[in-house]
């Protein structure tokens, strides 16, 4: 699973680091921190913080392991 968030969209509300706290960090009230490859259990807590995201700022993207589990 990988993680992007454009940083020029982001308006630091800090919505993501409610949602899933072990992912996303705000540093001051501006510098957003972020895991880019977070485990895979993760991902429903990342799916939160994508649609908490007033700007629509993060996107998803599938890892390797979505692919191994298509068979
Ligand atoms: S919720 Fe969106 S705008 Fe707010 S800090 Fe997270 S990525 Fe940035």
Redesign the pocket.
């Known amino acids: 699973m990988r993680v992007v ?1 454009d940083l020029n ?9 409610y949602a899933a706290p072990d992912s ?1 960090v ?1 540093h001051g009230s501006e510098v ?1 921190v972020y895991d880019p490859a977070p485990p895979a259990e993760r991902r429903r807590e990342i799916e939160r ?1 994508v649609q ?4 629509r ?2 996107l998803l993207e599938a890892g390797p392991e979505a692919e191994e589990n298509r068979g």
């Open positions: 968030v969209r982001c308006q630091a509300y800090a919505q993501c680091c996303f705000l957003l913080a908490a995201c007033p700007v700022a993060i």
